[in-house]
């Protein structure tokens, strides 16, 4: 595996403790991007899901300890609470051992641009005024994956071929989510503006982005249950947005090479011995 050292790593919305978490995938990244700085940029925990059904994996609990010994070694942590980990928000400007927690953070690149560090939950009218619907789109989400599943099962057991999909459905949702999108991406930027920053770096809305939006350098990290996005901040000031799903994630990898080889080696031998 190739080694990159940084100045920054920026990550958010890994949701530990649910099923979606890309725990071994965001292993990978880590191990492979070191930094000065590494910043968490809210729903690191995802104590919303914990409350239906807790899902804690041993590669969840590696994050946290890999996070923990990045921060004892004297890597500078800080922790922004999301709305998923808002429980946290109540300690914020606490230190943690060597974990530091804000509610929001000024981040200066080595060129000198100082871009502001939050979570972004502030900026989204459905969770900002509308908790119980954030929730309900939560668990309604949990639900569609769950249905799209059982509805194909049964499309196929009885050998009809559906009039109605949830790909209708969901194509209506993707409308309404691209405004969505662009309304919490412009709002972002227009605050930052008023405050005389350069830019943003945030997370939220699961869509990852390195770009200017009028004049306002607008930064999303993305997510760690589906995308498996970051961004890193190299020696030089430099922003890139890493996609480690695409990247290097299976192909570099000795250890999920090695696991890969394993299971191949494994079918092999249940075919020859059937
Ligand atoms: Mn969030």
Not at 58 to 69: E, M
């Amino acid at each position: 595996m190739n080694i990159h050292r940084v100045r920054s790593v920026f990550i958010s919305d890994v949701h530990l403790g649910t099923r979606a978490c890309q725990a071994e995938r965001l292993l990978g990244f880590l191990r492979a991007y070191p930094a000065e700085y590494l910043y968490l940029v809210g729903d690191i925990v995802d104590f919303w899901a914990m409350r239906r059904d807790v899902r804690w994996t041993a590669a969840q609990n590696t994050v946290v300890q890999k996070i923990l010994r990045r921060a004892r070694h004297g890597e500078q942590v800080i922790f922004i609470p999301g709305n998923h980990d808002e429980a946290l928000r109540e300690y914020t400007g606490i230190r943690f051992g060597d974990i530091r927690l804000e509610r929001e953070w000024v981040h200066t690149t080595a060129e000198g641009k100082r871009y502001l560090v939050l979570h972004g939950d502030e900026f989204d009218q459905v969770t900002r005024y509308h908790r119980w619907l954030a929730v309900l789109g939560d668990v309604g989400y949990t639900w569609l994956v769950h249905a799209n599943g059982w509805l194909s099962w049964l499309r196929r057991k009885l050998g009809i071929a559906g009039y109605w999909s949830l790909a209708g459905y969901a194509k209506r949702k993707v409308k309404a989510a691209v405004s969505f999108v662009g309304d919490f991406e412009g709002s972002v930027a227009r605050a930052v503006r008023e405050r005389g920053l350069d830019g943003v770096i945030c997370g939220h809305i699961h869509v990852a982005a390195l770009r200017d939006i009028e004049g306002i350098r607008y930064v999303n990290c993305g997510d760690w249950v589906d995308s498996c996005t970051a961004i890193v901040e190299h020696h030089d000031g430099r922003l890139e947005l890493i996609h480690w799903s695409s990247s290097e994630a299976e192909t570099l990898d000795p250890e999920g090479l090695a696991e890969q080889l394993l299971l191949q080696q494994r079918m092999q031998s249940r075919r020859t011995a059937a």
